[in-house]
T-cell receptor, first 108, second 113 residues
Framework: RKEVEQDPGPFNVPEGATVAFNCTYS??????FFWYRQDCRKEPKLLMS???SGNEDGRFTAQLNRASQYISLLIRDSKLSDSATYLC?????????FGKGTHLIIQP | NAGVTQTPKFRVLKTGQSMTLLCAQD?????MYWYRQDPGMGLRLIHY???????AKGEVPDGYNVSRLKKQNFLLGLESAAPSQTSVYFC????????????FGQGTRLTVV
């Protein structure tokens, strides 16, 4: 199986700041990408899909760069409730491959 | 809406005991997965299935077996539990191989003593 690599962090960010994560994927055949959020001791849940043209959902913006094989997530005006682990996911012929996650801590 | 249901939610086993974890989904999904998650290790794929009657090994399959006799169910078996299998186990399902999101169960917290 191909890899999805993320910086594990933790990223300690003051409330209200903008924070960005990247992840890289090694399988050029990956066809779909997602960001998942996982809270402590809970199951991962879909945050947003990632499209080649880039997409935005409120304070969250996701970008895909196929040429460089990386995906990014930007969080603006961060809230305390954004503290979580963010998982980068690539989808291909044999299903979904998860990165190990980036731990984000928003500090008051 | 049930989505993905895992049973049991918690279990304590003695070394050498066997058990089966059940995952059931009611979304008619083709793909199902079993992951384990350990502190600092992220989600690691144990086995997965791309359809009824099929299974395949993931990243960490040793010590586990799986079966997908019915499309809606994916069973994970531990034949002889070891302390190294203490972990949180997540089941997930997705509708297809390319563009659909995965839905997770709430997890099974297994302790092997």
């Amino acid at each position: 199986r191909k890899e999805v690599e993320q910086d594990p962090g933790p990223f300690n960010v003051p409330e209200g700041a903008t924070v960005a994560f990247n992840c890289t994927y090694s399988n050029s055949a990956s066809q779909s990408f997602f960001w998942y959020r996982q809270d402590c001791r809970k199951e991962p849940k879909l945050l947003m899909s990632v499209y080649s043209s880039g997409n935005e959902d409120g304070r969250f913006t996701a970008q895909l760069n196929r040429a460089s094989q990386y995906i990014s997530l930007l969080i603006r005006d961060s809230k305390l409730s954004d503290s979580a682990t963010y998982l980068c996911v690539g989808g291909g012929a044999d299903g979904l491959t998860f990165g190990k996650g980036t731990h984000l801590i928003i500090q008051p | 809406n049930a989505g993905v249901t895992q049973t049991p939610k918690f279990r304590v086993l003695k070394t050498g005991q066997s058990m089966t974890l059940l995952c059931a989904q009611d979304m008619n999904h083709e793909y199902m997965y079993w992951y384990r998650q350990d502190p600092g290790m992220g989600l690691r794929l144990i086995h997965y299935s791309v359809g009824e009657g099929t299974t395949a090994k993931g990243e960490v399959p040793d010590g586990y077996n799986v079966s997908r006799l019915k499309k809606q169910n994916f069973l994970l078996g531990l034949e002889s539990a070891a302390p190294s299998q203490t972990s949180v186990y997540f089941c997930a399902s997705s509708g297809g191989r390319r563009t659909t999101e995965a839905f997770f169960g709430q997890g099974t917290r297994l302790t092997v003593v």
